[in-house]
C-alpha cells in the first residue's frame, strides 16, 4: 500500500520545484559560528580553519600554523570579513547545507566555495610570531 501512495505521490514531488539555500543573516551567521572553530573543505580537501570569538572577532589559517586575526560584519547579505595582513574585505554567503555551513566567495557561482568539513578531530593550531635572526 505504501509502494502505491508512493507511486501517486512522485508526479508532484517531481513538479515542486526545489528549495533555494536562503544566505545567512548576521544575527543567524553569529548563533550558529561564536564560540566554534570550524575546519572548512574546499574540492575534497582541507582548506583552513576559523575560530569564531565574540564581538564578531575570528582568528584563521590555511592549516599551517600561521593564524590571521581578524573582525567580519555583514554588508548587502554577504559576511564580509577583514584580517590583520589584509586591507580588503573577503566577502562570503554563507548557507546552511545537510551537513553544516557552505560559503561561496562573493555569491559568485563561478568563484571558490567552502563547505563546512566533517569532525576532523584536530585542534586549530597557532605557532607564535616569528623570533630571531
Same mark, same amino acid.
Given at each position: ?15 515542486t ?8 543573516t548576521?544575527e543567524a @551567521?553569529?548563533?550558529?559560528t561564536? *564560540?566554534?572553530?570550524?575546519f572548512?573543505?574546499? +574540492?575534497?580537501? #582541507? ?7 565574540e564581538?564578531?572577532?575570528v582568528?584563521?589559517s590555511f592549516?599551517d600554523?600561521?593564524c ?14 577583514l584580517?590583520?595582513?589584509r ?6 554567503t @554563507?548557507?546552511?547545507?545537510?551537513? *553544516?555551513?557552505?560559503a561561496?566567495?562573493?555569491? +559568485?557561482?563561478? #568563484?571558490t566555495?567552502?563547505y ?7 585542534e ?6 616569528d623570533?630571531g635572526?
Open positions: 500500500m505504501r509502494l502505491v501512495h508512493l507511486i501517486l505521490s512522485l508526479p508532484l514531488l517531481l513538479a520545484p526545489p528549495v533555494s539555500a536562503q544566505s545567512l548576521a @551567521f553569529d548563533t550558529y561564536r *564560540g566554534k572553530t570550524l572548512y573543505g574546499f +574540492d575534497g580537501t #582541507a582548506y583552513g580553519v576559523e575560530r569564531y570569538l564581538g564578531r572577532r582568528i584563521w592549516l600554523g600561521d590571521k586575526k581578524g573582525v567580519w560584519y555583514e554588508e548587502q547579505g554577504q559576511i564580509c570579513f584580517y590583520e595582513d586591507l580588503d574585505p573577503q566577502c562570503w @554563507f548557507t546552511r547545507g545537510p551537513n *553544516g555551513l557552505v561561496r566567495f562573493e555569491n +559568485d557561482p563561478e #568563484a566555495e567552502l563546512e568539513a566533517e569532525d576532523m578531530d584536530e586549530m593550531v597557532c605557532y607564535g610570531p623570533v635572526v
